[in-house]
């Protein structure tokens, strides 16, 4: 069993800055995925950013530019830095983790960019 705590979100205004992390817990082992998907008001939930235990990343082509993930092995932790943000990027966030066959998923965080 894998537990993923989220911290990070908030109010930002466009144009502006965040750091999310999800800290794992539990049995976690390589090789795994972690990542951050997002899900909109009305939306379905989509893939931000993802990171292998090996270090190989993909992003969606909304945030390429944007957002980079990065991961801390040591600390079983993974980081979603967000700059330039927009207000398309309001969405609860969640972050992922998939080992062997098994998902698990984080409370989400709220991520809401307004002026």
């Known amino acids: 069993q894998v537990q993923l705590v989220e911290s990070g979100g908030g109010l930002v205004q466009p144009g502006g800055s965040l750091r999310l992390s999800c800290a794992a817990s539990?049995?976690?082992?390589?090789?795994?995925?972690m990542g951050w998907y997002r899900q909109a008001p009305g939306e379905q939930r989509e893939l931000v950013a993802s990171?292998?235990?090996?270090?190989?990343?993909n992003y969606a082509d909304s945030v390429k530019g944007r957002f980079t993930i990065s991961r801390d092995n040591a600390k079983k932790t993974v980081y979603l830095q967000m700059n330039s943000l927009k207000p398309e990027d309001t969405a609860v966030y969640y972050c992922?983790?998939?080992?062997?066959?098994?998902?698990?998923w984080g409370q989400g965080t709220q991520v809401t960019v307004s002026s």
């Open positions: 992922h983790a998939r080992v062997t066959t098994y998902n698990y």
């Open positions: 539990g049995s976690i082992f390589s090789p795994y995925v």
């Open positions: 990171i292998t235990s090996g270090g190989s990343t």
